[in-house]
């Protein structure tokens, strides 16, 4: 005779040992979630393409890809988006893991993952919608060429000495703690339901905004529309966020970010 225990996502055999119910069925989930970083990347990829892809509408790409200040702010927006899935779900994946094995003990759903990832990239969504207006400004200021570049050295020597700076201040290095310790996060305010879930996920999104905003202003320096920098800079971001792997990063990092500022702020004033 055998007994259960949905609470705590026990089965409980007659002798009263507890064995661990069956883990989700989460194959599903993470090819979903895999196929949405793919589809993100293949979507940058055939933007940047200067012939577009047979079968589809040339003026769309031209459009999307074309001078941001007659792009308009839909389109940039749109741009941003997949920018930010193909670049930040990808650093997503431990606590997405973390959550998914708090399942094998019936404390999570798949449906709850799910809310989860949904909560996180709403965060990324407004970062996006700021990225799109940020870029249509500059562009109108004619700082900023089609392919969101920095024209000026000025501003890239800025924005490089802004990220070098940024990679050594408190609130990075608290915002990089919390990332790096998804269980810990999950722990302490764990609660179940899908609402709690989406909470969560806003929350992790913050703290990886919190991290990363000025590392992704660089794209008006390597370009929004440059595949090398995204693919060097999600990177950087993964590696970033490991534990082990992370520590070491940040601060050389930081360095060699004012190092470049300087280089650049150099070159600046010899063209002056």
Not at 66 to 87: E, S
Not at 100 to 122: C, F, I, K, S
Not at 212 to 224: E, H, K, S
């Amino acid at each position: 005779m055998t007994g259960s225990s949905s609470e705590s996502g026990l089965n409980r055999t007659g002798d009263g040992r507890a064995v661990a119910m069956r883990r989700p069925p989460e194959g599903l989930l993470w090819l979903g979630f895999f196929t949405a970083i793919l589809a993100a990347w293949l979507a940058l990829f055939v933007m940047t393409l200067t012939d577009p892809l047979a079968g589809l509408p040339s003026e769309i790409w031209a459009a999307l890809c074309g001078d941001a200040t007659t792009a308009g702010f839909p389109k940039l927006f749109a741009m941003w988006a997949l920018m930010a899935a193909a670049m930040m779900l990808p650093t997503f994946v431990p606590a997405l893991r973390t959550f998914l094995h708090l399942g094998y003990a019936g404390a999570t759903r798949p449906v709850e993952a799910v809310v989860l990832v949904g909560g996180y990239a709403l965060v990324w969504l407004g970062f996006a919608a700021v990225g799109a207006a940020a870029q249509l400004g500059l562009a109108g200021l004619g700082l900023v060429g089609p392919t969101g570049q920095s024209l000026s050295l000025w501003l890239a020597a800025g924005l490089l000495l802004l990220a070098g700076l940024y990679q050594f201040s408190l609130l990075k290095a608290a915002c990089l703690a919390k990332c790096r310790m998804p269980l810990t996060f999950f722990m302490e305010r764990w609660a179940p339901g899908p609402a709690r879930a989406f909470r969560m996920g806003a929350e992790l999104g913050t703290l990886c905004l919190g991290c990363c905003w000025a590392l992704m202003a660089l794209a008006f320096v390597g370009g929004t529309m440059n595949l090398l920098w995204m693919g060097a800079a999600t990177l950087f971001m993964v590696l970033e966020k490991l534990p082990d792997i992370g520590r070491p990063l940040t601060r050389p990092m930081g360095a060699v970010l004012i190092l470049s500022s300087g280089i650049t702020a150099i070159l600046a004033i010899l063209q002056l």
